[in-house]
């Protein structure tokens, strides 16, 4: 351990919090690879005692954390108010930076949440990757506004974004909630066909029009039969006063929500709310079944797939799982049922209103226990199609990657590809980007995006050659097999030029190739006429995927920038606006065109009135 590490140890806080090892190189605060070397991230319930431990002598040390003490050689940390936010935090960091000695959840692109949005005017329905939610001080979930019931709601994930966006169609068919975007405005097809109450036609008030999704979240939740008693009040109060419309309509939703339930297998007719966590294990990769009963009802099963296990315990699996996974949901159950006894009982997790804590339980016999079994089963068939459709689209990658190496006559595979592309307009906030391909599939964690410094006019070419030649400053970076640049013939010729470059080509047989949008000719050096391939070609398809790649990297921090610039230059001028009044602005109003078309009594609400006054005279 070296003297600077052994410092910051001693004058670690016996608080709640987050540690971040740092292996050899750059803090995570700033300067070059800034997230690069972050290794491993844990939380503590004090923060000094539980980085302590890891550099006293113990038996118990598995192997991989004797390699991950051996590398750390920084330390970062954030406090945080208590366990169950540290817990959070853990979380969403760990998804961030994927350590390279954490377990890790696999954020499938697929899994999305259904949003309701409580926030807007009139309540909408979303579809979101990740659910933003907030823990304040006080163990409770921050609300954007105080307006009663306008919490965002969240549920998921789903498995696939079509079985998500199945649910929801089932849902605008039963309670028929408007999805279209303008239907405060004019009505649309489905209103005709009997599929939603289109405010605009019906003239339903907002309050009423609310009262649906308080409907819809129980739907989610699995409290069917709640709604079941509610609806059969209302349909009976409606039918004696003469309302004989709405109570055929209120009929029509029993019988639809009694059609979709009777499908959900009875687990038990207790009415108890659990989950059962299950696990199969092979090789570096554990999958994960997770069956949802509420209500005595299995209501959903899942499976997800965690990687950097190899060397880790069931137990240990299981609880990072649970970290993770309900650190992001609002669906806490009171018991989480598991295959093997944890280190703690019981585990206190966030939904979207309040701290809950989730008992543990490890039964050895019984229904739950003939779950387990069954989710076990599950787990294990699942991993094992992950495992076959892994074989053989590394099969597929490898065949390309040779066909590469022939095309390009290199000594061999090009096994780590680098693709760079730049992003700007008129060369304001011009960004570059670099994405890498490892064994011909994306390596997040190696991605890295660069602020042009040097150039100021709108040179792609110049940007693009001060990209790669700031890059290849960093020699403990590992090096690439091959360098794709998206463009053409001149920005092939200037990256060639830049000495580093010529000597990597030299020295170590690298490959430096650029692909044209238009046309999708790939430009080599010293080589005047392209390699023409056929639109069908797998390498072609293959070059094409990670340069769209370096470029989709390059757009969205360049669109990042310009967003912080140009909302700089409305609202930063203004005195006494700080960051967290802007955002407040920016979330509730959307943009500084909406800032400009509130009210001040609006703009007072989130400002306050001296902030509002000045906000409104100089916008």
């Given at each position: 351990?070296?003297?600077?590490?052994?410092?910051?140890?001693?004058i670690?806080?016996?608080?709640?919090?987050?540690?971040?090892?740092?292996?050899?190189?750059?803090?995570?605060s700033?300067?070059k690879?800034k997230t690069?070397?972050?290794?491993?991230?844990?939380?503590?319930?004090?923060?000094?005692?539980r980085?302590?431990?890891y550099?006293?002598?113990?038996?118990n040390?598995?192997?991989?954390?004797?390699?991950m003490?051996?590398?750390i050689?920084?330390?970062?940390?954030?406090?945080?108010d208590?366990?169950?936010?540290?817990?959070?935090?853990?979380a969403?960091?760990?998804?961030?930076h994927?350590?390279?000695?954490?377990i890790i959840?696999?954020?499938?692109?697929?899994?999305?949440?259904?949003?309701?949005?409580?926030?807007?005017e009139?309540?909408?329905?979303e579809?979101?990757?990740?659910?933003?939610?907030?823990?304040?001080?006080n163990?409770?979930?921050?609300?954007?506004?105080?307006?009663?019931?306008?919490?965002?709601?969240?549920?998921?994930?789903?498995?696939?974004?079509?079985?998500?966006?199945?649910?929801?169609?089932?849902?605008?068919?039963?309670?028929?909630?408007?999805?279209?975007?303008?239907?405060?405005?004019?009505?649309c097809?489905?209103?005709?066909?009997?599929?939603?109450?289109?405010?605009?036609?019906?003239?339903?008030?907002?309050s009423?029009?609310?009262?649906?999704?308080?409907?819809?979240?129980?739907?989610?939740?699995?409290?069917?039969?709640?709604?079941?008693?509610?609806?059969?009040?209302?349909?009976?109060?409606?039918?004696?006063?003469?309302?004989?419309?709405?109570a055929?309509?209120?009929?029509?939703?029993?019988?639809a929500?009694?059609?979709?339930?009777?499908?959900q297998?009875?687990?038990?007719?207790?009415?108890?709310?659990?989950?059962?966590?299950?696990?199969?294990?092979?090789d570096?990769?554990?999958?994960?079944?997770?069956?949802?009963?509420?209500?005595?009802k299995?209501?959903?099963?899942?499976?997800?797939?965690?990687?950097?296990t190899?060397?880790?315990?069931?137990?240990?699996?299981?609880?990072?799982?649970?970290?993770?996974?309900?650190?992001?949901?609002?669906?806490?159950p009171?018991?989480?049922v598991v295959?093997?006894k944890?280190?703690?009982?019981?585990?206190?997790?966030?939904?979207?209103?309040?701290?809950?804590?989730?008992t543990?339980?490890?039964?050895?016999r019984?229904?739950?226990?003939?779950?387990i079994?069954?989710?076990?089963?599950n787990?294990?068939?699942y991993?094992?199609?992950?495992?076959?459709?892994?074989?053989?689209?590394?099969s597929?990658?490898?065949?390309?990657?040779?066909?590469?190496?022939?095309l390009?006559?290199?000594?061999?595979?090009?096994?780590?590809?680098?693709?760079?592309?730049?992003?700007?307009?008129?060369?304001?906030?011009?960004?570059?980007?670099?994405?890498?391909?490892?064994?011909?599939?994306?390596?997040?964690?190696e991605?890295?995006?660069?602020?042009i410094?040097?150039?100021?006019?709108?040179?792609?070419?110049?940007?693009?050659?001060?990209?790669v030649?700031?890059?290849?400053?960093?020699?403990?970076?590992?090096?690439?097999?091959?360098?794709?640049?998206?463009?053409?013939k001149?920005?092939?010729?200037?990256?060639?030029?830049?000495?580093?470059?010529?000597?990597?080509?030299?020295?170590?047989?690298?490959?430096?190739?650029?692909?044209?949008?238009?046309?999708?000719?790939i430009?080599?050096p010293?080589?005047?006429?392209?390699?023409?391939?056929p639109?069908?070609?797998?390498?072609?398809?293959?070059?094409?995927r990670?340069?769209?790649?370096?470029?989709?990297?390059a757009?969205?921090?360049?669109?990042?920038?310009h967003?912080k610039?140009?909302?700089?230059?409305?609202?930063?001028?203004?005195?006494?606006?700080?960051?967290?009044?802007?955002?407040?602005?920016?979330?509730?109003?959307?943009?500084?065109?909406?800032?400009?078309?509130?009210t001040?009594?609006?703009?007072?609400?989130?400002?306050g009135?001296?902030r509002?006054d000045?906000?409104?005279?100089?916008?």
């Amino acid at each position: 351990m070296n003297t600077l590490l052994s410092k910051k140890i001693k004058i670690l806080p016996q608080k709640p919090g987050i540690y971040l090892f740092l292996a050899k190189g750059q803090s995570t605060s700033g300067g070059k690879g800034k997230t690069g070397n972050i290794i491993y991230i844990g939380k503590a319930k004090n923060l000094k005692k539980r980085v302590s431990s890891y550099f006293q002598k113990s038996k118990n040390v598995t192997a991989d954390k004797l390699v991950m003490i051996s590398k750390i050689a920084g330390l970062e940390y954030i406090i945080t108010d208590n366990e169950a936010e540290a817990l959070l935090l853990e979380a969403n960091l760990i998804k961030k930076h994927q350590p390279q000695f954490n377990i890790i959840l696999k954020d499938d692109k697929n899994f999305l949440y259904i949003k309701l949005n409580l926030e807007q005017e009139w309540a909408r329905v979303e579809f979101v990757r990740r659910p933003q939610i907030v823990v304040n001080k006080n163990n409770k979930i921050n609300k954007v506004n105080k307006i009663v019931n306008r919490v965002n709601k969240y549920f998921g994930p789903y498995a696939s974004a079509d079985s998500a966006r199945r649910t929801v169609k089932l849902l605008s068919r039963i309670f028929k909630f408007c999805t279209c975007k303008n239907f405060t405005k004019k009505s649309c097809l489905k209103f005709h066909l009997g599929w939603c109450v289109c405010p605009a036609e019906t003239k339903i008030s907002n309050s009423d029009y609310r009262k649906i999704f308080v409907h819809v979240a129980k739907f989610l939740k699995g409290q069917t039969n709640e709604i079941l008693r509610e609806l059969k009040i209302e349909m009976k109060k409606s039918s004696n006063q003469k309302k004989y419309e709405k109570a055929a309509h209120l009929r029509d939703q029993i019988q639809a929500i009694k059609k979709v339930t009777a499908k959900q297998k009875v687990i038990t007719l207790k009415n108890e709310n659990y989950d059962i966590v299950s696990l199969a294990r092979k090789d570096d990769l554990t999958c994960v079944n997770l069956f949802i009963v509420r209500h005595g009802k299995l209501i959903n099963k899942l499976n997800f797939i965690l990687e950097h296990t190899k060397n880790s315990k069931d137990a240990e699996i299981i609880e990072s799982f649970i970290s993770q996974y309900y650190a992001n949901s609002n669906d806490i159950p009171k018991e989480i049922v598991v295959p093997k006894k944890l280190s703690i009982i019981n585990y206190q997790l966030f939904d979207q209103e309040k701290c809950k804590k989730s008992t543990i339980s490890t039964p050895s016999r019984g229904k739950k226990y003939q779950l387990i079994t069954l989710g076990t089963q599950n787990a294990q068939d699942y991993l094992k199609q992950q495992l076959n459709n892994q074989t053989i689209e590394q099969s597929n990658n490898e065949k390309v990657l040779t066909e590469l190496k022939k095309l390009l006559r290199l000594p061999k595979p090009p096994r780590r590809i680098e693709a760079y592309d730049i992003s700007n307009i008129q060369g304001t906030d011009a960004t570059g980007s670099l994405a890498v391909f490892t064994n011909g599939q994306p390596d997040k964690s190696e991605y890295r995006k660069f602020k042009i410094r040097t150039v100021k006019s709108a040179s792609d070419v110049a940007m693009m050659a001060e990209v790669v030649s700031r890059r290849l400053q960093n020699k403990d970076w590992p090096k690439p097999d091959l360098i794709l640049l998206d463009g053409g013939k001149p920005q092939l010729n200037a990256v060639s030029k830049i000495n580093t470059v010529k000597l990597l080509i030299i020295n170590y047989q690298l490959s430096i190739i650029s692909l044209a949008k238009k046309e999708e000719h790939i430009f080599l050096p010293n080589r005047s006429q392209p390699i023409v391939l056929p639109k069908s070609s797998s390498v072609l398809q293959l070059l094409q995927r990670i340069r769209d790649e370096a470029h989709r990297f390059a757009r969205s921090y360049y669109l990042k920038r310009h967003q912080k610039t140009s909302v700089h230059s409305a609202l930063d001028d203004i005195p006494g606006i700080g960051p967290k009044t802007k955002k407040g602005l920016l979330q509730k109003f959307g943009s500084v065109g909406g800032i400009k078309k509130a009210t001040l009594a609006e703009i007072t609400k989130v400002a306050g009135k001296k902030r509002a006054d000045a906000i409104q005279e100089l916008l």
